[in-house]
Each structure stands twice: as structure tokens, then as C-alpha cells.
């Protein structure tokens, strides 16, 4: 299935995880996290599935959890208290939201990390960064292919010493142990020799050198302008709310969350579309086709 936004210009998609990502990593608000969390996990159900959903869920969960059991552990400030641990220090409900919160926000930032390892490929970092930033383009281009690459490698090197009496998973735990080495080392090997022939290749072909250029598809264009227009428009308007203190959260000494007034509703609702946009422009697509299906 084709991601409509993932086909949009690659300053249009980073714009979007700036926003986005800012907001979710610097404000911590409960309301803003679930809705940056439950449309980062639909967008990524549509990128991967229920299942590519499910594994970076699975991968997220921890870290709410420790997240949630930890905060109240060590952080004992707040009002509301809850309980004693058996050192005498009290579990406060406002150290338990803060810690949910806390882990949620690194969760919701786990879900749209995984998005964007789909939508923003190589050759666009290469485009937005490439010109002014060569050598830090090609460095975090290079740390984006590495783990696909690294997986894949180690599944060929396993396949291949499976098939000379080597398995991994045969074999006492000391025989298992050192033919996990093996394989380590000789993917430890191939990662240096990929990265060495990788930069020989870069410089031979001149990449980086005053007054090159670089082919690239990417146009911006109309639907571009409007984009980045609105998600402006809509962070602006989240920005608002947090300085006129409509978007107003407070953890310590006591929980307590801004009213549902007009104005935080609209906030809301716009940052919700904010985080949506992916969402939306595949559904938009989505009619369209089946609009132009029907009347052939």
C-alpha cells in the first residue's frame, strides 16, 4: 500500500517530525500525548501493519512500565499520598502520573521514531542535509541503513553456518556461545569493510566537493506551500495555548490539568490534525482513487 506522505517533499516530512516530536518530547501534557499516541500508532499501522505494529509496542512497553515503576521509587513529591514503601518514603499519586506521563512520552516517541524510519529514506536526509552538511548527511544516512543492513547480514551468515554444522542454536550452551562469537566477529568484520568501501565509493564519486550537485525528484510546489502553512497554523495555535496558559498541566504539589474550555478544545483539535496529517492525506487519497475507479 502506498504512503501518500511519504511521497511528499522531504522538507514537508521533516517539518512534521520537528513539530510533532518537539511537542511530544518538551511538553508534557496527558491530553497531547494520547493523541500524538493514538495517531502515530494508526500511521503505523498503515505503514506495517498489525504486526510491525505489535513488535514496536512490544518494544515501547517497557519503557512506560520501568518508567511507571521507577518515577515513584525515587521522586516522593506531591500531596496525595498513596502509601509507604518499606523505607518509610511515601508513593504520592502526583509521582505516579508524573511517571506514567514520563513513560508514555517515551513510548509516543518510540511510535513515531519507527515512522519515521519508513518515511524519511536515505536520499532525503541526503537532499535536506547533504548540501550544508555533507559529512553529518552521509554519517546519520549511513547510521539509518546500518541495522536493516546488519539484521539482514546476520540472518545470511547464520543461514550459512547453519549449513556447514555450525547452528547457533544446536549444541551445549559453551558450543552455542562460541559459535555466537563467530558469527559476531564475522559480522563485526563486514560492518568495517561495508563502512570503508561505503566512504571510498562517496569520495571517489566526489561527494562533498565545492559546486557539486545532486539529482533529486523532489519538487516544492503548491500543495507544499499549503502544507507547511497549515502545520505552522496548527503549532502556532498549540503554542498559544501554552503561553496564554490554556494548555496549562501541573504535576507537583498537586496533579491538576487545565480546563475544557473553548480555547484549550480548539488546541486541541488542531494538534490532534496536526498529528493526523499523515492520516489524513492517505485518506483523501485513498477517495480520490476510488472515486476515479468508479467512474471508469
Avoid at 500508532?41 to 515501547?60: D, E, N, S, T
Wanted: proline share 4%; glycine share 10%.
Amino acid at each position: 500500500m502506498k504512503d501518500e506522505f511519504s511521497r511528499c517533499h522531504p522538507g514537508i516530512n521533516f517539518i512534521f517530525y520537528l513539530l510533532v516530536l518537539g511537542v511530544t518530547l518538551f511538553y508534557i501534557h496527558p491530553v497531547l500525548l494520547v493523541l500524538s499516541g493514538v495517531t502515530a500508532a494508526a500511521y503505523l499501522f498503515r505503514l506495517r501493519g498489525g504486526k510491525g505494529l505489535v513488535q514496536v509496542c512490544l518494544l515501547a512497553l517497557p519503557v512506560v512500565v520501568l518508567s511507571a515503576v521507577i518515577n515513584p521509587l525515587f521522586s516522593h513529591q506531591g500531596l496525595t499520598i498513596l502509601g509507604y514503601l518499606p523505607s518509610g518514603n511515601p508513593v504520592t499519586l502526583e509521582s505516579v502520573v508524573y511517571g506514567l506521563c514520563t513513560g508514555g512520552m517515551m513510548g509516543v516517541v518510540i511510535l513515531w521514531c519507527a515512522t519515521w524510519q519508513d518515511v524519511m529514506t536515505e536520499d532525503k536526509v541526503v537532499y535536506l542535509f547533504g548540501k550544508g552538511f555533507p559529512a553529518l548527511a552521509l554519517i546519520f544516512s549511513m547510521v539509518l541503513r546500518f541495522l536493516p543492513l546488519f539484521l539482514t547480514q546476520a540472518k545470511r551468515v547464520m543461514a550459512a553456518q547453519r549449513c556447514v554444522g555450525r547452528d547457533v542454536g544446536e549444541g551445549t550452551p559453551w558450543q552455542r556461545l562460541k559459535k555466537g562469537v563467530r558469527v559476531l566477529s564475522i559480522l563485526v568484520t563486514w560492518s568495517l569493510e561495508h563502512s570503508v568501501d561505503t566512504a571510498d565509493s562517496m569520495r571517489a564519486r566526489g561527494y562533498g566537493l565545492r559546486g557539486r550537485t545532486l539529482y533529486h525528484p523532489f519538487r516544492w510546489d503548491g500543495r507544499s506551500t499549503a502544507l507547511a502553512s497549515g502545520m505552522a497554523m496548527c503549532f502556532g495555535c498549540v503554542a498559544a495555548g501554552v503561553v496564554t496558559g490554556q494548555l496549562n498541566m501541573l504535576y507537583f504539589p498537586v496533579w491538576q490539568l487545565n480546563g475544557t474550555t473553548v480555547p484549550a478544545c480548539v488546541c486541541y483539535a488542531l494538534y490532534g490534525v496536526l498529528c493526523a496529517l499523515p492520516l489524513i492525506l492517505n485518506l483523501v487519497e485513498d477517495l480520490k482513487w476510488r472515486y476515479w475507479m468508479c467512474k471508469i
